[in-house]
């Protein structure tokens, strides 16, 4: 029987019952899953900072681009957050009506989109911007409001609506 250090490490169960060093990535996926219970349907939405915080936590580690979407009321209190498109270590598919599909079945009055930016670098690039303006035309069309456009990559954050880009 071996003997385990408890200094730092984090520790899973496995099907057996024996405790072992949790990987990187079942401690990014018990993250998402405590911020999931610790921020449910109808939590507000209503400062950047919030809502940079939650979907780092969420985005924050994948390998592969994933874009996803916060549902919201018209007083922006989360409906759902849905990880609509996967792609590769530099790029996603999103196809705008799949969006407003999901927007108008959730009887959202806003969004707030989000993707992450495996490379670490957050900078907005050119096809970000371009299809944020297309999202944001889409959704216009059935009145729901697109409050902010967030890109993770590591630790950083950025917001569209805070550099002035929606």
Do not use: C, W
């Not at 590769?88 to 959202?108: F, G, H, M, Q, W």
């Amino acid at each position: 029987m071996s003997q385990f250090t408890f200094e730092s490490s984090l520790l899973v169960r496995d099907a057996e019952g024996h405790y072992l060093p949790a990987t990187a990535d079942q401690i990014l996926e018990a993250a998402r899953r405590i911020v999931d219970l610790k921020v449910q349907r109808g939590a507000p939405f209503n400062a950047p900072e919030v809502v940079k915080e939650y979907l780092g936590a969420k985005l924050a580690g994948f390998e592969h681009e994933v874009f996803a979407v916060l549902f919201l009321d018209n007083r922006h209190r989360l409906i759902d957050y849905v990880e609509m498109f996967r792609g590769t270590i530099d790029s996603a598919s999103v196809y705008p009506r799949e969006v407003v599909k999901e927007a108008l079945k959730r009887n959202a009055a806003a969004v707030i989109l989000s993707h992450n930016h495996p490379s670490g670098n957050a900078e907005p690039s050119q096809a970000d911007r371009t299809l944020t303006g297309r999202l944001k035309d889409a959704l216009g069309l059935v009145d729901v409001r697109t409050l902010d456009h967030i890109v993770v990559a590591g630790l950083e954050r950025v917001s569209f609506a805070e550099l002035g880009l929606l």
